[in-house]
């Protein structure tokens, strides 16, 4: 009995780990350096040069608590919003693209995926 529960839970445990999700790194490799979280976007540029695209966008600030799984509390009128970048790098045959977004003029993540996310 034990040793089918034991199986039971690697096999669960196994099929977890194997679930294809995406990517997500603290940092990117380029040709003049490493890119990484707290980066500027003048030090993203001269380490990685120019993105593929680029993409900028005022996210909403929501006041209130927010919970996992439930809908984001409104936004709240007057509130400012918080400027965010994203910038997609094509990292050529057999690498996936890389996105880096930024918050505040600094890079806030860095995803990896075959399309954007």
């Given at each position: 009995?034990?040793f089918a529960?034991?199986?039971?839970?690697?096999?669960?445990?196994?099929?977890?780990?194997?679930?294809?999700?995406?990517?997500?790194?603290?940092?990117?490799?380029?040709?003049?350096?490493?890119?990484?979280?707290?980066?500027?976007?003048?030090?993203?540029?001269?380490?990685c040069?120019?993105?593929?695209?680029?993409?900028?966008?005022?996210?909403?600030?929501?006041?209130?608590?927010?919970?996992?799984?439930?809908?984001?509390?409104?936004?709240?009128?007057?509130?400012?919003?918080?400027?965010?970048?994203?910038?997609?790098?094509?990292?050529?045959?057999?690498?996936?693209?890389?996105?880096?977004?930024?918050?505040?003029?600094?890079?806030?993540?860095?995803?990896?995926?075959?399309?954007?996310?």
């Amino acid at each position: 009995m034990k040793f089918a529960l034991s199986l039971l839970g690697a096999l669960v445990l196994g099929l977890g780990a194997a679930w294809p999700q995406p990517a997500a790194a603290e940092s990117l490799r380029c040709g003049r350096g490493i890119a990484d979280i707290g980066d500027t976007r003048l030090s993203v540029l001269y380490k990685c040069g120019e993105p593929l695209m680029r993409d900028s966008y005022c996210a909403p600030v929501y006041q209130g608590p927010v919970y996992p799984g439930a809908p984001l509390p409104p936004a709240v009128l007057g509130l400012p919003c918080q400027p965010v970048d994203e910038w997609l790098y094509d990292r050529g045959p057999g690498n996936l693209m890389a996105t880096v977004r930024f918050q505040s003029g600094a890079v806030q993540s860095i995803r990896y995926g075959r399309v954007p996310q």
